[in-house]
């Protein structure tokens, strides 16, 4: 289940995870709706039982607020960013 862009939730019969999308990050410490909003979507992920995943995750602050409320999964520039197949190949095998 994805938030903030359109979805067709009627080609799903299960739905594996809800999506904090990157909009919804964008101005997380700025405005109080946002952060109302994102621990809505954390709480109705969990209320179904689906891993929540928040997407764009760009700073600390957001990652922190993100993982008070329960969200379990992030991804962003925050933990790296994109890389040619071959450097990411080689990062993972050095983990």
């Not at 359109?6 to 990050?25: F, R």
């Amino acid at each position: 289940m994805m938030f903030a862009q359109p979805y067709p939730l009627a080609s799903h019969s299960a739905l594996p995870e809800a999506l904090i999308d990157t909009s919804l990050l964008t101005v997380l410490a700025a405005e109080w709706v946002l952060p109302q909003l994102n621990r809505t979507v954390i709480a109705l992920g969990q209320s179904f039982d689906l891993a929540v995943i928040a997407e764009g995750v760009e700073t600390e602050a957001q990652r922190n607020f993100l993982a008070v409320y329960g969200c379990n999964y992030y991804q962003g520039y925050f933990f790296g960013k994109p890389v040619p197949l071959t450097e990411f190949e080689l990062l993972f095998a050095q983990r």
